[in-house]
């Protein structure tokens, strides 16, 4: 069975800024969330399938010694799943 998911997502995110002189921080960001697969059942309540997964984050923004350090991530991963299903 094919499927697609999307939505907002909440990242939290550690960043060590010691080997430029400044603190580690720690940010929490917004950002969109999609993701596209196929479920394989292999009995009425467990499926198993690949699924491809898409995340943009906006930030996190921090400034180190007098240098803006502004980051918008982009993630891409390719998952294998197993759900149960009630």
Do not use: K
Not at 30 to 54: H, K, L, M, Q
């Amino acid at each position: 069975m094919p499927f697609l998911m999307f939505g907002p997502s909440v990242v939290w995110s550690y960043s060590d800024f010691s080997s430029f002189g400044g603190n580690s921080r720690t940010a929490t960001d917004f950002g969109i969330v999609a993701e596209v697969g196929v479920d394989f059942f292999v009995c009425p309540s467990v499926s198993i399938g690949p699924s491809f997964r898409y995340r943009h984050v906006w930030g996190p923004s921090f400034e180190v010694r007098g240098v803006d350090i502004n980051s918008q991530l982009n993630q891409f991963m390719i998952l294998g799943r197993v759900a149960y299903h009630f």
